[in-house]
C-alpha cells in the first residue's frame, strides 16, 4: 500500500503562511484542528488536498456553523478522531477503537502515545502567541502504521 501524507495543522486565526502550505503541498489529505479565522483559508486547503476540518472557538461568523465541532474519519486504515481543545475530550479513545487524537487550542505543539493512541497537537500556524513556535506536523500512514512529524516553520 502506498503510504497517504496527511497534513495536520490548528489555529491559523485567518493567517495561512506561505511556508504552511509549502509545508502541505505534498499532501493527500489535510485536518484543521479549530480555530480557522476566516473561510478564505478553507479554500486554501482545499486547493492543495481534500480536507477535513473542525470548527474552534474563535470560529463564530456565518461561515463556520457549516464545520463540525468535532469529526470522525479513517485514512489508510487508521481511525482518527479530531476535536479542538482536548480538555473537553468526555471519552476513552482506546476502548473506542481511535488511533490517533488531533487536537489545536493551546498553540503548543506536541504528540505522545498513551494506551496505543497517538494524541497530536500541531501547534498554531497563524500570529505567533507569547514565544511558542509557529508549527505544524505531518501524520505518513502505511497499513495502519502512523508515523509523525513535527515541523517548525520560519
Known amino acids: 500500500m502506498k503510504p497517504l501524507l496527511v497534513g495536520v495543522l490548528s489555529d491559523t ?21 479549530g480555530d480557522i479565522g476566516r473561510e478564505d483559508v478553507i479554500h ?15 470560529d463564530r461568523d ?27 475530550l468526555d471519552f476513552d479513545p482506546a476502548t473506542e477503537g481511535f488511533d490517533v487524537v488531533v487536537s489545536g487550542h493551546s498553540h503548543k505543539p506536541h504528540h505522545y502515545e498513551k494506551d496505543g ?24 500512514l502505511v497499513d495502519s502504521t502512523i508515523s509523525a512529524e513535527m515541523l517548525t516553520l520560519g
Not at 485567518?14 to 509549502?22: D, Q, V, Y
Not at 509545508?23 to 484542528?33: N, S, Y
Not at 463540525?68 to 474519519?73: F, I, V
Not at 497517538?118 to 505518513?140: D, K, M, V
Open 44 to 58: 486554501r486547503l482545499k486547493a492543495i488536498a481534500p480536507l477535513t476540518a473542525i470548527r474552534g472557538n474563535v
Open 13 to 33: 486565526h485567518g493567517l495561512l503562511r506561505p511556508e504552511a502550505l509549502e509545508a502541505l503541498r505534498d499532501c493527500d489529505h489535510i485536518l484543521h484542528a
Open 117 to 140: 493512541v497517538l494524541y497530536l497537537n500541531p501547534g498554531s500556524t497563524g500570529p505567533r502567541r507569547f514565544s511558542l513556535p509557529i508549527a505544524l506536523a505531518r501524520l505518513t
Open 62 to 88: 456565518a461561515w463556520a456553523y457549516s464545520w463540525p465541532d468535532t469529526a470522525e474519519l479513517e485514512l489508510a486504515g487508521c481511525n482518527i478522531y479530531m476535536l479542538h481543545n482536548l480538555h473537553e
